[in-house]
C-alpha cells in the first residue's frame, strides 16, 4: 500500500539551528501539508502545498517556516532559526484532492512523523 | 476559535462493549467530516468519513452519526477490541483537526 514517508524520524538540535524535514509523499498526490503535535497537545495544521506553492498556511507558519518541492518527490520543511516552542512531532500528509473547496472527503494521507528536540 | 472540539479527553470502555467518542463543531460550512486513529509513534490514519447531507455512514464496527441542527457528531466502535485502543481525531474537510480523544479498551 502506498505511504507517505518522512525523514529523519528523531532530530535533535540547538536552539537557532536551521532545520530540515524531508518528506515523500504518495507519487500521485497532488496536495501536500504539514501538520505538527506539540507533546500532549492537538495536531495543529501548518500549511498546505499545491502546483509548487502554497495554497493555505496558518498563524503558526511564520517567517521562520518555508515549504519547497525541490525536485518530483519530496517535499521539505526548513525551520530556520528553531526556538524551543518547535519541538514537536512533525507530519507530513498527503491528498489527491484539496482540502477547501472540494466536494469530496478529502482523505489525508499521513506519514509517520519527525520529532524534532530543540535544546 | 477552535472550530471542531472533541471534550472528553480520555475514554475507558470494556472488551466487546460500545465506544461512543463525541465532536462538536462550529461552522456550519463543512462539508465533510473524517475521523483519524493515531497510535503511538505513527501518525494519524484515516477511519471513516461523513458527508454532511447524511446521517450515519457505517463500516464494519464503525458508526459514525451526524447531527448538524446541533453540530455534533460521534463514532460508535462496536463490539471494542483492545486493537482499538488510541487516539481518535475528529477532523473536518477543512483539515481541521479535534484535540483527540484517547480511547482505551480493557480486556
Known amino acids: 500500500e502506498p505511504e507517505v514517508t518522512q525523514t529523519p524520524s528523531h532530530q535533535v538540535t540547538q536552539m537557532g539551528q536551521e532545520v530540515i524535514l524531508r518528506c515523500v509523499p504518495i507519487s500521485n498526490h497532488l496536495y501536500f501539508y504539514w501538520y505538527r503535535q506539540i507533546l500532549g497537545q492537538k495536531v495543529e495544521f501548518l500549511v498546505s502545498?499545491?502546483?509548487?506553492?502554497?495554497?493555505?498556511k496558518s498563524e503558526i507558519f511564520d517567517d521562520q517556516f518555508s515549504v519547497e518541492r525541490p525536485d518530483g518527490s519530496n517535499f521539505t520543511l526548513k525551520i530556520r532559526s528553531t526556538k524551543l516552542e518547535d519541538s514537536a512531532m512533525y507530519f507530513c500528509a498527503s491528498s489527491e484532492t484539496d482540502l477547501a473547496g472540494s466536494s469530496g472527503a478529502n482523505v489525508l494521507t499521513f506519514g509517520a512523523g519527525s520529532r524534532l528536540t530543540v535544546l | 476559535d477552535q472550530q471542531v472540539k472533541q471534550n472528553s479527553p480520555s475514554l475507558s470502555v470494556q472488551e466487546g462493549r460500545i465506544s461512543i467518542l463525541n465532536c462538536d463543531y462550529t461552522n456550519s460550512m463543512f462539508d465533510y467530516f473524517l475521523w483519524y486513529k493515531k497510535y503511538p509513534a505513527e501518525g494519524p490514519t484515516f477511519l471513516i468519513s461523513i458527508s454532511s447531507i447524511k446521517d450515519k455512514n457505517e463500516d464494519g464496527r464503525f458508526t459514525v452519526f451526524l447531527n448538524k441542527s446541533a453540530k455534533h457528531l460521534s463514532l460508535h466502535i462496536v463490539p471494542s477490541q483492545p486493537g482499538d485502543s488510541a487516539v481518535y481525531f475528529c477532523?473536518?474537510?477543512?483539515?481541521?483537526f479535534g484535540d483527540g480523544t484517547t480511547l482505551t479498551v480493557k480486556p
Open positions: 502545498f499545491y502546483n509548487n506553492e502554497i495554497s493555505e
Open positions: 477532523a473536518a474537510s477543512a483539515g481541521t
